[in-house]
């Protein structure tokens, strides 16, 4: 497997880099935020990587970060997502909004993707709601669990919550709304209101 590539790139679009690395060109596909993440033409940048194989293809799927490389991986995993829906779920949410719309159970903040329908995003959230739930519960990210690693304090604010007696999707979903850049005392005092509020 390749896990990532470094070079110069020759080609960049919305949805495609071409980097060369050591005289060979890979053509790579890529959320739309990758493009934009690396240098222009001529400029040296690395891509974390995803192969796959089918019986009449190869393709590789780069990412700007390891975060978003293993998301990829792991949304992929569920039955009926191939790669064209995990990039599309990546080109609307970061790694750490697909966690926290898995743990929280907001399967329609994944229908924003292309190709995402409500049955197909209830899977999503279904058959990852107990790994990412357990990782952020933890304050563990998605990297330990089987994905990204959560950015912000989002993690230590759910346990916090969590060891308040709050439910796992409840704290979840409460903090989803908020900004998780904020310090987790805040976003603990957020997520306390929003929630006293709609009881």
């Known amino acids: 497997m390749i896990y990532s590539l470094t070079g110069k790139v020759l ?5 495609r880099v071409v980097l060369s690395c050591a005289g060979v060109g890979y053509l790579v596909q890529t959320p739309a935020s990758v493009a934009g993440a690396l240098p222009g033409v001529g400029g040296e940048g690395t891509l974390y990587t995803v192969m796959n194989v089918t019986e009449n293809d190869i393709s590789l799927y780069g ?3 390891e975060e ?4 990829f991986e792991m949304l992929t995993a569920v039955s009926g997502v191939g790669p064209k829906v995990g990039l599309a779920i990546l080109n609307v949410l970061s790694p750490e909004r697909v966690a926290l719309a898995i743990s ?13 329908g409500p049955k197909l995003a209830q899977r999503i959230t279904l058959e990852l709601k107990d790994k990412v739930g357990k990782g952020l519960a933890e304050g563990v990210g998605l990297e330990d669990v089987a994905a990204a690693r959560v950015a912000g304090s989002a993690p ?3 346990a916090a919550l969590v060891s308040l007696g709050y439910g796992q999707s409840e704290a979840a979903a409460a903090v989803a ?7 987790v005392e805040e976003l603990i005092k957020l997520a306390l209101r929003g929630m006293a509020a709609g009881r």
């Not at 080609?11 to 949805?15: E, N, T």
């Not at 978003?68 to 998301?71: K, R, S, V, Y």
């Open 11 to 15: 080609k960049k679009s919305l949805d």
């Open 63 to 65: 990412f700007a970060s």
């Open 68 to 71: 978003q490389q293993t998301c």
């Open 104 to 116: 929280s159970g907001d399967h329609k903040a994944l229908t924003a993707a292309n190709g995402v």
């Open 156 to 158: 230590q604010a759910i």
């Open 177 to 183: 709304k908020l900004d998780t850049s904020l310090p």
